[in-house]
């Protein structure tokens, strides 16, 4: 029997259905709107009794938080559900690891329960750690930032992939994503698979993670398992959510779900300008508004001068001065932008960071440079978009470059979209 099922916001008393045949939210007038209730407030009402007499597997961090800033973890603990173990991603379970960081495995001093590090695991390492625990149900509860190059969306995956292995359930807990629901960008090519993408899925998916469950469960797991998938799928639906709703009209508190991601406009820019790793430029990481500064010594006030009279819809750039703290450039003094979105709506992240590139490689030539190590073409999914620039491509061209893949991956997924 096909297990694979999508509970929706009454939970347990709804029917349950496929993705294929699932309902969609149905969208409400501008002033009726509901707040939105992310999946986990939707068990979590319901005292976690979907999860008794599951042996689970918690993969979360400091995001799986419920309307009262409640984490999960510690909210089953009280209703008497408890987990039987935790799986912290990057950054950790409780936050306070960098970028390329981990907490490692430890015994959680809140809850006692064994904590363990999935981040940069294999899936049969994850497998293993599953089986220790005596795992039967993996729940995910993260909130994604809606890029590729994101890493808890692998996280998931792999953990995907260790279930297979072991045969264990599967329970997203679904979050709305926080830049809207619309696809953008390029799509990986399998051949610059990586940690920051190892599917090909478009730069800006505009996918929630429960979608992308049951997208990575149907078109990739198979290929990477011998043909086979969950042997049970649940995605806790978020109830009134749409696809066009952005984070700042869902009524919830924004959660760092990352220590360089502190505000839900720096997600708005962040699948852009995080291409901006991939230079020899900062990307903002050891300022106070990371993506959204981009500097490096040298650059002055031509930049933004030369990216506002571009006319990019939604943003207006800043001449901007730092002193990074920390990453590229620590302690010393840089020019650069702040991009400032001034319409949410209109914003083009992923344009407006290759109109960013391009512009800066024209004004600052003896300036601009990609990492040596080629980053970029992880991060950008292939060789293609730095050969454009090198070549002289202007904004127009590299964009449309893309089209055609991104058309395939938007019919692609469609047939898992839970939410219109």
Known sequence: ????????????????????????????????????????????????????????????????????????????????????????????????????????????????????????????????????????????????????????????????????????????LDRPNPVGGAAFGPALDPAYASGVGRKAIAQQHGMTVGEL????????????????????????????????????????????????????????????????EGTVLSEGRGTTRPFEIIAAPGVDWRWADELNGLGLPGVRFREHYVVPTFGKFAGVACGGVQAHITDERRFEAIRAAVAMIVSVRRVHPAVFGWRPDLFIDKLSGSDRLRRMVDAGAGVAEVVGAWDAELGDFRRQRQPYLLYR
């Not at 950054?91 to 064994?114: I, K, N």
């Open 213 to 276: 469950a049951g997208l990575f469960d149907a078109e990739f797991l198979p290929a990477d398992t011998g043909g086979k998938r969950l042997p049970s799928l649940e995605v806790v639906q978020v109830r009134d959510w749409r696809r066009d709703t952005l984070f700042s009209e869902t009524g919830l508190h924004w959660v760092l779900p990352s220590p360089n991601m502190p505000t839900a406009q720096t997600a708005l820019a962040y699948p852009g300008t995080c291409l901006f």
């Open 1 to 172: 029997m096909d297990r694979r099922r999508f509970l929706t916001a009454s939970a347990l008393a709804a029917p349950l259905v496929t993705a294929a045949a699932a309902v969609p939210v149905v969208a409400q007038p501008e002033a009726q709107r509901s707040p939105v209730t992310p999946g986990a407030d939707v068990l979590a009402a319901q005292g976690w009794q979907a999860l008794t007499g599951r042996e689970v597997g918690v993969v979360s961090n400091p995001t799986g938080v419920l309307r009262d800033g409640t984490h999960i973890v510690d909210s089953m603990v009280a209703a008497g559900v408890p987990p039987v173990a935790v799986f912290g991603p990057e950054h950790g379970f409780r936050g306070t690891a960098q970028a390329g960081g981990s907490e490692g495995d430890y015994l959680d001093p809140r809850t006692r329960l064994p904590v363990y590090d999935t981040y940069g695991a294999t899936a049969e390492k994850l497998a293993g750690q599953l089986a220790k625990a005596g795992v039967d149900t993996v729940v995910f509860d993260i909130a994604d930032v809606g890029a590729r190059f994101y890493t808890y969306i692998w996280t998931m995956y792999t953990a995907m992939h260790a279930a297979v292995l072991t045969g264990a359930a599967f329970v997203v």
